[in-house]
């Protein structure tokens, strides 16, 4: 483990009264910084926690903002369920499943984009609404998704699935 | 007409409450303050048991009630605030949290005395990153003026409030599959019994509650059970959020008095329905809830009137569906959602629930038959009610409830080969 990592891994232990709650905001700490949860992070996590790495996998494998495998680096994950549906969000993902080249899941192959369609928000209210790197846009129209696009296009978001 | 004086909302919008200096001018943390200086945890506890405040998170469990039942044993006790809203068409917890988070913390602070909690875990959805980022630093502003922490006003009261964020899995707004999540395992429900107020969090005795449920919390300390009590229906009582969303003019979220209709909801809040559109079905309580209609209009929005309609308030996820909406479509995103957020466990939910949302997925594209049709008429007795948690008892409502109503809509999908409201929307978006 880095130095960082041991450090916020006591952090983490002394947070809770046992620790293998510090299981998943580790691996969230980790993800944070190798884009996806890597074999050595499942290792170390499961040392912290007391557990087989083969025990800390299949927890891991319960939580869908934790990645098995590298994925784009630009996440965008809009949503399918019944309020954004009624209010436009089959035209937006066709939109965006269009302008990526992506279907639900797949990641480009230069690994800066993954698209996901994924289940109520809760911002119903201003629908269709979509997720990029978990920051909300809101009201999302295909012209709206345009503009955001040319704006993660030009940019690098280094860090991509923020633990905090 | 006139609008009921927002309580759990007030100031949002006008006021920026993130800020402690703006929460506090509008008399927050008095209710804290009293609390801990002329009132025992019992008077506390007293207080809003006799405000028959109702839990805000889906159950209806009387919050008083459910604190009454924690043993005295001696054994640290907690208290776990459940934001990991989920439930499709809610999103209140959402807004309280990135816009109220000191009104959280303080009902939270006074819930914790009432039961004499040794410690306080705050579950933030996964998604609520904005919202875990706002409460973080809410928390900060707090401890850096005596709110939280050791001694907290020169008390004896000590409390500290863990933060820990989801990592994606609706099923974790459960009780007992937070308390698993908590302790780092997977989000699987336990079985009851023990329930959580015996062997909770640890093993120890602990409360759940919802965010706007303790929201709730200092206001009936300051204005008394009493006021509280009297706001709507004498059983369940008290301000409500009702987030309204789908076919209205103005969707968003509304705080109304417990048992206003839903025609009031509808028209008078939330703007009405697009001009030339009828009404078709609404789901009054989040995605887990059975449809009501048209002649449903002048039930009110609580607790037990909904249940009296065999439906329910639940989380209080409103969404309106008018006559341009496909009841195949629809159902088809709901059972999709539970497909997708079933944690395997029971059989029923598992293989059920897949069977299902496959079934109307099928319909919808066009490619379903009679026989799918006769399957979901008659399969709801054999997946609901078979299950460890409610997450299995959810699939069927709605689907069941607008099967009843518009069986013609689901034939014709068979009898046309797909889906007639199907315009302009190319087929393979039903996958
Ligand atoms: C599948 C499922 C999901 C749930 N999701 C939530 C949720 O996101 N937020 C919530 O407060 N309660 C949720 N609940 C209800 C909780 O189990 C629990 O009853 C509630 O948090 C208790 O708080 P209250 O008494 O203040 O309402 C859910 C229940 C089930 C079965
Ligand atoms: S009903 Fe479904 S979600 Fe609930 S415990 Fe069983 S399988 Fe899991
Ligand atoms: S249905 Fe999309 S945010 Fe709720």
Redesign the interface.
């Known amino acids: 483990m880095t130095p960082e990592r041991e450090r916020r891994a006591s952090e983490l232990v002394a ?4 620790s ?6 580790f ?2 700490f980790c993800q944070a910084h190798d884009g996806y949860v890597t074999q050595q992070a499942i290792h170390d996590a499961a040392e912290i ?1 007391g557990i087989t790495p083969g025990e800390a996998e ?2 891991a494998s ?5 990645f098995k495998e590298p994925v784009g680096k630009h996440k965008i994950q809009v949503c ?4 954004c ?3 436009g969000a ?2 937006l ?2 939109h965006v499943r269009q302008r990526l080249g992506l279907g639900n899941g797949e990641s480009s192959p230069d690994g800066r984009f993954y698209y996901e369609e994924v ?9 269709p609404c979509l ?1 990029h790197n ?3 846009h809101y009201d999302v129209t295909p012209e709206d998704f345009d503009r955001l696009l040319d704006e993660w296009r030009a940019s690098d978001p280094g860090v991509s699935m ?3 | 007409m006139a609008r009921f004086e927002p309580v759990l909302l007030r100031g949002i919008g006008q006021l920026d409450l993130t800020d402690i200096e703006n929460y506090k001018q509008l008399g927050g943390f008095a209710a804290l303050e009293k609390a801990l200086r002329e009132m025992t945890p019992e008077a506390v506890q007293g207080e809003v048991s006799a405000s028959n405040l109702r839990g805000r998170g889906g159950a209806g469990f009387p919050t008083g009630k459910k604190w009454s039942f924690l043993p005295k044993d001696g054994r640290p006790r907690y208290l776990v605030c459940n934001c990991d809203e989920a439930e499709p068409g809610t999103f209140k917890d959402h807004l309280l949290l990135e816009q109220a988070p000191f009104q959280i913390i303080e009902g939270l602070l006074i819930s914790a005395y009432a039961i004499n909690a040794a410690q306080i875990f705050m579950y933030i959805r996964g998604e609520f990153l904005e919202g875990f980022r706002i409460f973080k630093r809410a928390l900060d502003a707090a401890r850096l003026q005596g709110y939280l922490g050791k001694r907290i006003l020169g008390t004896d009261f000590s409390m500290d409030i863990v933060v820990h964020r989801g990592a994606g899995a609706y099923i974790c707004g459960e009780e007992t599959a937070m308390l698993e999540s908590i302790e780092g395992k997977r989000g699987e429900p336990r079985l009851k019994p023990p329930f959580p107020a015996n062997a909770g969090l640890y093993g120890m005795p602990t409360v759940v509650n919802n965010v706007e449920t303790v929201s709730c919390v200092p206001h009936i300390i300051e204005r008394g059970a009493q006021w509280f009590a009297s706001i709507g229906p004498e059983k369940c009582p008290g301000p409500k959020i009702i987030s309204v969303s789908g076919h209205v003019v103005r969707p968003g979220n509304y705080e109304v008095p417990m048992g206003i209709p839903a025609r009031e909801l509808i028209e008078e809040y939330a703007g009405g329905l697009f001009p030339g559109r009828r009404l078709k079905a609404i789901q009054p309580g989040g995605g887990s809830s059975a449809a009501i209609f048209e002649e449903d209009l002048d039930t009110g929005i609580d607790f037990d009137s909904l249940a009296a309609k065999r439906t329910m308030l639940g989380s209080g996820g409103f969404v309106v569906m008018d006559d341009t909406t496909c009841m195949v479509r629809a159902s088809q995103t709901l059972t999709r959602f539970f497909e997708h957020e079933s944690c395997g466990q029971c059989t029923p939910c598992r293989e059920g629930g897949q069977w299902v949302a496959r079934m109307v997925s099928r319909l919808e594209a066009g490619e379903g038959n009679e026989s799918d049709l006769r399957v979901l008429s008659t399969i709801n007795d054999t997946i609901t009610g078979t299950n460890l948690c409610p997450l299995g008892d959810s699939i069927m409502p709605f689907l069941s409830s607008v099967l009843r109503r518009f069986p013609e809509e689901f034939a014709d999908h068979v009898r046309e080969a797909g889906c007639p409201f199907r315009v302009g929307v190319a087929a393979s978006m039903a996958s």
């Open positions: 947070r809770y009264p046992e293998q709650s510090a299981l998943i905001p691996l969230q926690a299949s927890i319960f939580y869908t903002l934790l399918r369920t019944l309020s549906m009624l209010r089959d035209e993902q066709q289940e109520c928000l809760a911002a119903c209210d201003r629908a997720q978990l920051e909300f923020p633990a905090e």
